[in-house]
Nanobody, 115 residues
Framework: QVQLVESGGGLVQPGGSLTLSCAAS????????MSWYRQAPGKTRELVAR????????NYATFVKGRFTISRDNAKNTVYLRMNSLKPEDTATYYC????????WGQGTQVTVSS
C-alpha cells in the first residue's frame, strides 16, 4: 500500500533553514509527480511546490518562490523540500502528496518559525 512518511520539521528562527524529506513506498515512485502542501491552524491546506516524475519540471506557490526548492531522488524514493529564509508565516504542518487514483497524504511534519 502507498505510504508517505515526512520528516525534518522543527523549530527554527526567522531567517533560518530546514530541509523536509518524504520517504515514499508502495508504488512506482518515478512514475508520478509529487507535491508538498502545508496547512496552518485555522487555514485551508495550500500547495507549496510540485515536481514532475523525473524532476525536470517544478512549480512553486508565489509565496515561497525563490526561498524554497523541491527536489527528488528517485533512487531513494524520496522527495525533499529545502526551505530557506523562513518567515513566521511559514509556520504550518507540511504534507507530502501523491495524486494517483485518489489523493494520498503523509502524516505531516510540523514547522514552527519563531524567535
Amino acid at each position: 500500500q502507498v505510504q508517505l512518511v515526512e520528516s525534518g520539521g522543527g523549530l527554527v528562527q526567522p531567517g533560518g533553514s530546514l530541509t523536509l524529506s518524504c520517504a515514499a513506498s508502495g508504488f512506482s515512485f518515478d512514475n508520478y509527480p509529487m507535491s508538498w502542501y502545508r496547512q496552518a491552524p485555522g487555514k485551508t491546506r495550500e500547495l507549496v511546490a510540485r515536481i514532475s516524475s523525473l524532476g525536470g519540471h517544478t512549480n512553486y506557490a508565489t509565496f515561497v518562490k525563490g526561498r524554497f526548492t523541491i527536489s527528488r531522488d528517485n533512487a531513494k524514493n524520496t522527495v525533499y523540500l529545502r526551505m530557506n529564509s523562513l518567515k513566521p508565516e511559514d509556520t504550518a504542518t507540511y504534507y507530502c502528496n501523491l495524486v494517483r487514483e485518489i489523493d494520498y497524504w503523509g502524516q505531516g511534519t510540523q514547522v514552527t518559525v519563531s524567535s
